[in-house]
C-alpha cells in the first residue's frame, strides 16, 4: 500500500547526541515536509522540500538539519544544539502542480524522548 | 508572515448537536488553500474538508461544512449532528501557493458528551 513510513516509532538519546528520524514515501510526491508537535502548540514547521537536493527552513529550523537525496526519502536530524529536543516528529507529503489540491499525507510520528 | 490562528483550546458538545471551530489567519497572498485536518487520539492526522481561496462557495464533505470569509481572513469548520467519532484535536492549515510552505494552527481539542 502506499503511503509514509516514519521511523523508529519511539527514539530516546542522551543529551549531546544527535539523532536522525527516518521518512520514506512511496506516494510518488514531490513535496515533504516535517513538524514538530508540542502540547498546545499545535504544528510547527521544521523543514521542507519541493525537490530532490533543494529544502527551505520552516519556522523553527534552529537545532535541525534535513537532506533529500531522493524523491522518496527525507530524514531530519536533531542535532546536539536543538535545545528542548523532546517532541512528537509528523513528516508528511504531497504533490504539487497546479492541479494538486494541496492534501498533505501523514505519517504516525516520532517520539523522540531525551533523558 | 503568515499565521493562524485557533482562538478556543478546547470544547465541549452534546451528541448530536452542532458545534463551529474558529480559525483565523493572516497572509497578505490571494491565491491560497486553508484546510482542516482531524488528530484523534491515535495522532493519525486526517483531512477534514479543504477549500480554495478563488472559490466563493463554501466546501462541504457530509456533516462537515467551512464558512470561508475571505475579506474577514476567517474559516471556521461547522460540524453537525456530532458524533462520539469526532472526539479529536483538530487543526486548521494553511497553504501558501507562492512557496508552498503549509502552516498549522495551535489546534482545538473537542469533546463529545453522550
Known amino acids: 500500500d502506499g503511503g509514509i513510513t516514519q521511523s523508529p516509532k519511539y527514539l530516546f538519546r542522551k543529551e549531546g547526541q544527535n539523532v536522525t528520524l527516518s521518512c520514506e514515501q512511496n506516494l510518488n510526491h514531490d513535496a515533504m515536509y516535517w513538524y514538530r508537535q508540542d502540547p498546545g502548540q499545535g504544528l510547527r514547521l521544521i523543514y521542507y522540500?519541493?525537490?530532490?537536493?533543494?529544502?527551505q527552513k520552516g519556522d523553527i529550523a534552529e537545532g535541525y538539519s534535513v537532506s533529500r537525496e531522493k524523491k522518496e526519502s527525507f530524514p531530519l536530524t536533531v542535532t546536539s544544539a536543538q535545545k528542548n529536543p523532546t517532541a512528537f516528529y509528523l513528516c508528511?507529503?504531497?504533490?504539487?502542480?497546479?492541479?494538486?489540491?494541496?492534501?498533505?499525507?501523514f505519517g504516525e510520528g516520532s517520539r523522540l524522548t531525551v533523558l | 508572515a503568515q499565521t493562524v490562528t485557533q482562538s478556543q483550546p478546547e470544547m465541549s458538545v452534546q451528541e448530536a448537536e452542532t458545534v463551529t471551530l474558529s480559525c483565523t489567519y493572516d497572509t497578505s497572498e490571494s491565491d491560497y488553500y486553508l484546510f482542516w485536518y482531524k488528530q484523534p487520539p491515535s495522532r493519525q492526522m486526517i483531512l477534514v474538508i479543504r477549500q480554495e481561496a478563488y472559490k466563493q462557495q463554501n466546501a462541504t464533505e457530509n456533516r462537515f461544512s467551512v464558512n470561508f470569509q475571505k475579506a474577514a481572513k476567517s474559516f471556521s469548520l461547522k460540524i453537525s449532528d456530532s458524533q462520539l467519532g469526532d472526539a479529536a484535536m483538530y487543526f486548521c492549515a494553511y497553504r501558501s501557493n507562492r512557496d508552498d510552505k503549509i502552516i498549522f494552527g495551535k489546534g482545538t481539542r473537542l469533546h463529545i458528551l453522550p
Open positions: 522540500s519541493q525537490i530532490v537536493n533543494d529544502f
Open positions: 508528511a507529503s504531497k504533490g504539487i502542480g497546479r492541479t494538486n489540491t494541496g492534501e498533505l499525507f
